[in-house]
C-alpha cells in the first residue's frame, strides 16, 4: 500500500481546504483509510475515515460539519475537506490505511493504521 498526501498549505482562519491522498496498492477485499492528524504538543486524532466491505465504501466523519471524506477509487483517490478552519486546525494530517477493516471504521484509533503517508501539514494563520 502507498499513501501520498498533497494540497497542504498556509490558510488563512475562515478558509476551507481540500486535501487529497492518493492510495494504491491494495490487495484486501476490506480495508480503512483513514485521515489524522496531529497537532503541535498533542496526541494523534483521528478525524474522517472511510472503508470497503463487500464492494461498497463507506464514508464517517468523527466531526460532522468540520471535516468531511470522500473518494474516487476508481482514480485511488482520498480527499478530506476541512471547513472553517481555525488557528486551532493547524497541524499535520496524514492519510493512513489498514487492512481487514471495512463498515466499522470509526472503532479504529490512530495506533490501530499501519501503513501512513508522509503528511501534508496545514498552517492556519488568524
Known amino acids: 500500500v502507498q499513501l501520498v498526501e498533497s494540497g497542504g498549505g498556509l490558510v488563512q482562519a475562515g478558509e476551507s481546504l481540500r486535501l487529497s491522498c492518493a492510495a494504491s496498492?491494495?490487495?484486501?477485499?476490506?480495508?480503512?483509510v483513514g485521515w489524522i492528524r496531529q497537532a503541535p504538543g498533542k496526541e494523534r486524532e483521528v478525524v474522517s475515515c472511510?472503508?470497503?466491505?463487500?464492494?461498497?465504501?463507506y464514508h464517517q466523519d468523527l466531526r460532522q460539519g468540520k471535516f468531511r471524506i470522500s473518494s474516487e477509487m476508481e482514480k485511488n483517490m482520498v480527499y478530506l475537506q476541512v471547513r472553517n478552519l481555525e488557528p486551532e486546525d493547524t497541524a499535520i494530517y496524514y492519510c493512513?490505511?489498514?487492512?481487514?477493516?471495512?463498515?466499522?471504521?470509526?472503532?479504529?484509533?490512530?495506533?490501530?493504521?499501519?501503513?501512513w503517508g508522509q503528511g501534508t501539514q496545514v498552517t492556519v494563520s488568524s
Open positions: 496498492g491494495f490487495d484486501d477485499e476490506r480495508f480503512a
Open positions: 493512513a490505511a489498514v487492512d481487514g477493516w471495512g463498515l466499522r471504521c470509526t472503532a479504529l484509533r490512530a495506533g490501530d493504521y499501519d501503513v
Open positions: 472511510m472503508g470497503r466491505q463487500r464492494g461498497n465504501y
